[in-house]
């Protein structure tokens, strides 16, 4: 187990001063009535986009209500009030696990809208290094206040003052993940910052997936250490709460595929909503076909509504989380680090070829005669081939002041350029897609290729991130850890192994692949050429006793930690089978810095 250190004591001393201070004054000016309840929040506050003097903060709440503020301070007591805005997403369906419906169907029998209500304060006049308590309020129309408990908050850390930040992903409400980030906290202590490459939730539009799944895992609880989930190993039970981690500490997240939603219904469950997004172009030649008969009056409006409900959108992910210039895609600074995140996913569909399979490689043999029922395999949702408005963008990102000075340069994004995992195959491009006809015209068979020499990521993103000097390239997807360097020495790690793990495909696990296809598609190993690091310290070994490049358990949870004071990255494992073992430190390596 890693202890404090006396400063991070020192500091924790303090903000509890701090907080003696500052409750007496907090209830003398809320003037709170004495039936007061902190879970009449839906969420516990969580903070976003530091800079030199504020940081965002967040939290939800189930009724519209008034004066949502944020008090903080230490000697005075200042406020900040919220602004609010009602998700315009979120519900809930047949196979949601919310309040008294514990099976399919018990409760609602087609998606209903859920009213969930986000308020956000900017706290203003802040001073970097210095930690402040806080604490979120929200009134009822009856004038009843909830509030939340204290918390603290800082402003962007200055340079050179060290940061411990949690490199996560792929919670997806996963059976270790509240065992995960409970361990976090007991072992590090105190995060500084959240780095998450995506897949928050597994459906975005279902609320209780965020707030309240009554399995006792959703996202914010477990982030919060308001989780509530039983695990079960070998017969033993054990109840974990997960980590109280982003009330003091910003999370900057990804878009994966998991904050993705296909086309949308009131009528079909939610599942099968986020199972079928259609393609952009697709959509468009629909349109133009109906065009008079759906928008008679050319309304843009009407259209872009129209486009978006029978395509795709991440309209949930978008108004639960801030983004800096409403892109997904963005870069910040933070302490000594620039952050690069880039919207880099695709559709994820199952390597199935059997005949009914819509799938990344072929369509179901029952839609061939039915083109707005295809997949289009696993196609792109956000352009970054060369030219595209994402990688203009980060060319420019690169070559910035910002970027150039930065003593730590991390990029993150979603999809795996080097992996173990099934997930990297086929490559990231656009699909082939063949139709093949009798001869009378009738389609047979709509399969698609993946052509590797036109993987986006590979061909395109990682030379740019190469020639910038980019340190770290963080992702997830494929529910496991392993890590990779590069000739240039840059390095690759993929650390989302929470509990839905498919395996690393090295000797017999071999990936699903098709076989006669155009192209070659990787059964094992990392199909794009490099071979995994063995752990440093204490790697997993496997049934032979021999030491394993990865971790790919359903059993054993892994997260890691950036330290800035030392730019050494340290992951940890802990085995859920033994809920009294200790943590153990695995593996170790530092960010080299360059001239």
């Known amino acids: 187990m890693v202890k404090f250190s006396i400063s991070r ?33 839906l969420t516990d506050p969580f903070l976003q986009f530091p800079t030199e003097d504020s940081v965002r903060v967040v939290w939800f709440t189930e009724f519209p209500g008034s004066h949502h503020t944020v008090t903080y301070g230490t000697t005075s007591c200042r406020k900040a009030t919220a602004t609010t805005t009602k998700l315009s997403r979120t519900r809930e369906d047949q196979k949601s696990r919310v309040g008294k419906q514990t099976e399919d169907a018990q409760l609602y029998q087609n998606p209903i809208m859920r009213d969930i209500w986000r308020h956000e304060a900017i706290v203003t006049g802040l001073t970097p290094g210095v930690r402040v308590p806080y604490q979120v309020s929200s009134v009822k129309d009856n004038g009843q206040v909830f509030t939340s408990k204290l918390f603290s908050l800082s402003a962007l850390p200055n340079p050179q003052t060290p940061q411990k930040i949690l490199l996560t992903s792929d919670h997806q409400l996963m059976p270790m993940t509240a065992a995960n980030l409970q361990k976090v906290v007991e072992t590090v202590g105190q995060i500084d910052g959240v780095f998450y490459v995506g897949d928050l939730v597994n459906i975005p539009d279902r609320a209780s997936e965020w707030f309240d799944d009554n399995r006792g895992g959703a996202f914010f609880p477990c982030l919060q250490g308001r989780a509530n989930y039983q695990l ?48 952009r172009a697709a959509a468009q030649a629909i349109y133009q076909q109906k065009a008079e008969q759906l928008n008679p009056d050319n309304d843009p409006n009407y259209y872009q509504a129209w486009l978006k409900n029978n395509t795709y959108n991440t309209d949930t992910y978008n108004e639960i989380f801030y983004l800096p210039n409403g892109q997904p895609y963005y870069a910040v600074t933070f302490g000594d680090i620039r952050l690069v995140v880039l919207y880099i996913t695709n559709i994820w569909r199952t390597p199935s070829l059997s005949p009914n399979a819509k799938g990344r490689y072929q369509e179901r043999e029952q839609d061939l005669d039915n083109p ?27 070559n910035s002041t910002e970027f150039q000075q930065a003593k730590y340069k991390i990029v993150m ?3 795996p350029p080097h992996s173990l995992g099934g997930n ?40 740019l991130l190469e020639a910038a000097g980019v340190q770290l390239v963080y992702y997830g997807h494929s529910h496991l850890w392993n890590r990779f360097v590069d000739g240039n020495g840059m390095h690759f790690l993929e650390s989302s192994n929470v509990g839905n793990s498919y ?7 071999k990936r699903p692949v098709p076989t006669g296809y155009k ?6 190993g990392d199909p794009n050429g490099l071979e995994p690091v063995m752990p440093t310290i204490e790697p997993l070994l496997g049934e032979n006793n021999q030491p394993l490049p990865y971790i790919a358990s359903n059993d054993v949870t892994v997260f890691s930690i950036l330290d800035t004071g030392t730019g050494i990255v340290t992951s940890y494992r802990f085995d859920t089978r033994s809920p009294n073992s200790d943590v153990i430190k695995f593996d170790q390596f530092q960010l080299r810095l360059r001239d």
Do not use: C
């Not at 924790?12 to 701090?18: T, W």
């Not at 099968?272 to 997004?277: A, E, L, M, T, V």
């Not at 707005?372 to 690169?398: D, M, N, R, T």
């Open 9 to 41: 004591f020192i500091l924790m001393a303090a903000i509890v001063i701090g907080v003696i201070v500052l409750v007496p004054t907090i209830k003398q000016i809320t003037q709170q009535p004495a039936m007061t309840s902190a879970y009449e929040l």
């Open 232 to 279: 079960e190993k070998n017969g033993v039970k054990t109840t974990y709460h997960g980590g109280e981690i982003i009330q003091n500490a910003p999370i900057f997240t990804v878009v994966g595929n998991h904050e993705v939603m296909g086309r949308f219904s009131m009528e079909k469950d939610l599942n099968s909503q986020f199972n079928d997004p259609f393609t």
């Open 372 to 398: 707005i029922a295809w997949g289009y395999g696993q196609h792109i949702f956000e352009p970054v081939s060369k030219g595209s408005p994402q990688y203009q963008w980060l060319q420019a990102e690169l």
């Open 413 to 415: 994004f979603h999809h």
């Open 424 to 463: 990297i195959v086929p490559a990231y491009t656009n699909p082939v897609q063949i139709i093949e006809r009798d001869r009378a015209g009738k389609v047979t068979a709509v399969r698609y290729e993946y052509p590797k020499d036109k993987d986006y990521i590979i061909q395109d993103v990682v030379p």
């Open 503 to 509: 395996g690393a495909h090295v000797g017999e696990n």
């Open 519 to 524: 192209e070659n598609y990787s059964a094992t």
